[in-house]
């Protein structure tokens, strides 16, 4: 995954990024649990609105190599919703 990414730019510093896309567009979400505490995973998703929200308890932070199948289904199921 390193290898894939790229810096970001500096003027991303000084840059609007616009409005926020969960205010419109539907939001799902995983919650991992190690990067990020749980409870406040929960409570971004619960902001944002999110239709769906899967739990994988242990999950690494990097959950969509750690758990692939979980993330896939929860795509599968957006992409599904919002055709």
């Known amino acids: 995954m390193f290898a894939g990414q790229r810096p970001f730019a500096l003027s991303a510093f000084g840059e609007s990024s616009g409005p926020a896309a969960w205010r419109t567009s539907p939001s799902y979400g995983v919650v991992a649990g190690k990067a990020i505490p749980p409870a406040i995973e929960r409570w971004e998703y619960r902001r944002a609105g999110a239709e769906n ?27 599904e919703e919002n055709r």
């Open 53 to 79: 929200v899967v739990e994988v308890k242990g999950a690494s932070h990097i959950v969509m190599i750690s758990n692939p199948k979980v993330v896939e289904r929860l795509i599968e199921q957006a992409a």
